[in-house]
């Protein structure tokens, strides 16, 4: 089930999908400037949305979380 869209900074660890519907991770980590770890599932490339790719950017980006069986 895909969730409203919310911006990756208050959005949920877990799955996401981007703007472009690529399948994404959203994981605890982070760093201490405020970045969000955050991974393409089929690349395996860090997340960082649109440009520009700055720190602000990412958090600020439009995403939609994406419920899974066994998070419910």
């Not at 969000?36 to 720190?55: C, K, L």
Request: charged share 20%.
């Amino acid at each position: 089930e895909v969730g409203e869209p919310t911006t990756l900074e208050e959005a949920p660890i877990g799955l996401f999908l981007n703007a472009y519907g690529f399948l994404c991770l959203k994981t605890e980590y982070g760093s201490n400037e405020g970045r969000i770890d955050a991974y393409i599932v089929d690349s395996g490339e860090f997340f960082w949305g649109t440009s520009p790719q700055t720190i602000a950017n990412q958090r600020k980006q439009i995403v939609r979380p994406v419920v899974t069986a066994s998070a419910e």
